[in-house]
T-cell receptor, first 110, second 110 residues
Framework: GEDVEQSLFLSVREGDSSVINCTYT??????LYWYKQEPGAGLQLLTY?????DMKQDQRLTVLLNKKDKHLSLRIADTQTGDSAIYFC??????????FGTGTRLTVIP | NAGVTQTPKFQVLKTGQSMTLQCAQD?????MSWYRQDPGMGLRLIHY???????DQGEVPNGYNVSRSTTEDFPLRLLSAAPSQTSVYFC?????????FGQGTRLTVV
């Protein structure tokens, strides 16, 4: 099946930028997604990028896609304590199933 | 607007017991799915359904059954619980690849 990889932990200081990285395997994925999970809650869609795009910006979030290297990143500008959460990247596979990475736990230090 | 509702939120089972995790959505989505979340492993797809009367296996289907008699409901059944099924379970409904998640059920099998 699809293999989506992320580093498990990231710590940043409040006000700095955070960059969360992800690699995926299925080059035919039409969409790639970033989901956020706050403690004790389900996942919420943060943003997504269509596979024919290189970059997408949405307020403090910037998604970069390198299709050649199958690398996806999420940059959060001016990181706040409320951004502390687990961030999952996901690719869409057969039958429109989502395949998730392991999740990156972002800790924002005040 | 309830979205995706899962019940119960917490459950403790003894090995060998059976139970059903309930999931209901009010968005009229055809696609629904069940995931389990384990530390360091992200979300893994258990079963999914592309519409009423149609179900299929995901990555980790063993020990679980599903049915989809209506568009709204997609229950997950554990026929004989095992400690390896201790996990957090998430139900999701999707439209055009974007998934909406329930709040999760934390299941402990002792």
């Amino acid at each position: 099946g699809e293999d989506v990889e992320q580093s498990l932990f990231l710590s940043v200081r409040e006000g700095d930028s955070s960059v969360i990285n992800c690699t995926y395997t299925d080059s035919s994925s039409t969409y790639l997604y970033w989901y956020k999970q706050e403690p004790g809650a389900g996942l919420q869609l943060l943003t997504y990028i269509f596979s024919n795009m290189d970059m997408k910006q949405d307020q403090r979030l910037t998604v970069l896609l390198n299709k050649k290297d199958k690398h996806l990143s999420l940059r959060i500008a001016d990181t706040q304590t409320g951004d502390s959460a687990i961030y999952f990247c996901a690719e869409i596979g057969g039958a429109n199933n989502l395949f998730f990475g392991t999740g990156t736990r972002l800790t924002v230090i005040p | 607007n309830a979205g995706v509702t899962q019940t119960p939120k917490f459950q403790v089972l003894k090995t060998g017991q059976s139970m059903t995790l309930q999931c209901a959505q009010d968005m009229n989505h055809e696609y629904m799915s069940w995931y389990r979340q384990d530390p360091g492993m992200g979300l893994r797809l258990i079963h999914y359904s592309v519409g009423a009367g149609i179900t299929d296996q995901g990555e980790v289907p063993n020990g679980y059954n599903v049915s989809r008699s209506t568009t709204e409901d997609f229950p997950l059944r554990l026929l004989s619980a095992a400690p390896s099924q201790t996990s957090v379970y998430f139900c999701a409904s999707s439209f055009s690849g974007t998934a909406f998640f329930g709040q999760g059920t934390r299941l402990t099998v002792v």
